[in-house]
């Protein structure tokens, strides 16, 4: 292959499950430790990936939640990941969603996938 010939770039996304305790009353103990929990889980993914992503993020509990504290309690998950990512939180680029599955163990898994 010619160094003139047009290269093209494989874009991938990545996912990961962190074992982690999400909830919507966790103290600034707990949320310091899920942020730096989630960004030292994923610093191998910083400057991976630039927009358009689909940023999925599903807690793992064996209670549920409203859709209002699903968002509450994904909050300090998501400015861990805005940060390793290096993008901006309201990034037009970047679609949220958020999920969540009854297990037995607390965790949160994070899928971000490129169209």
């Not at 160094?3 to 949320?31: K, W």
């Not at 030292?40 to 993020?57: K, R, Y």
Request: hydrophobic share 40%; glycine share 4%.
């Amino acid at each position: 292959m010619s160094d003139d010939a047009p290269r093209t770039e494989s874009r991938q996304g990545f996912s990961a499950r962190i074992l982690l305790r999400t909830a919507p009353d966790c103290s600034a103990a707990e949320l310091d430790r899920q942020y730096e929990t989630v960004r030292l889980a994923l610093q191998d993914h910083e400057d991976e990936l630039d927009p358009p992503v689909t940023v999925t993020l599903t807690r793992e509990s064996p209670d549920s939640l409203t859709a209002e504290e699903l968002g509450a309690a994904l909050f300090t998950c998501r400015e861990a990941l805005v940060d390793v990512l290096g993008v901006a939180a309201d990034d037009p680029g970047v679609t949220w969603r958020y999920a969540q599955r009854t297990t037995v163990e607390e965790a949160v898994a994070v899928e971000v996938t490129v169209p």
